[in-house]
């Protein structure tokens, strides 16, 4: 079987999504925050020279927000989803 790696962008999404402190959060603070942490990534791997960073952060922030809103779909927030979540536990 081959190996796929998962980027590190979607790693980074889903830990925090699934962070209880994450609930509580706006989508775009949540956003914001991935992407302060991706960020943290590429430039610690040496992934992106800091000078291309401003450049593609409206990139990377669009790229999150989408996958927030097709983890979240149906629901106008992180808190409703994991409410509707409990309602079927």
Same mark, same amino acid.
Request: charged content about 25%; overall charge negative.
């Given at each position: ?30 956003? @914001? +925050?991935? /992407? *302060?942490?991706? $960020? ?13 960073? !401003? ?9 999150? @927000? +989408?996958? /927030? *809103?097709?983890? $979240? ?13 409990? !309602?079927?536990?």
């Amino acid at each position: 079987m081959k190996h796929v790696d998962i980027d590190p962008i979607v790693d980074i999404f889903e830990k925090h999504f699934f962070h209880s402190d994450s609930v509580n959060l706006s989508n775009d603070l949540f956003v @914001n +925050e991935v /992407l *302060h942490r991706y $960020i943290q990534y590429l430039t610690a791997k040496a992934k992106a020279p800091t000078y291309y960073l !401003s450049t593609i952060q409206a990139d990377i922030y669009a790229e999150i @927000n +989408e996958m /927030l *809103h097709k983890k $979240i779909y149906g629901h106008s927030c992180i808190s409703d989803y994991f409410k509707s979540k409990e !309602s079927f536990r």
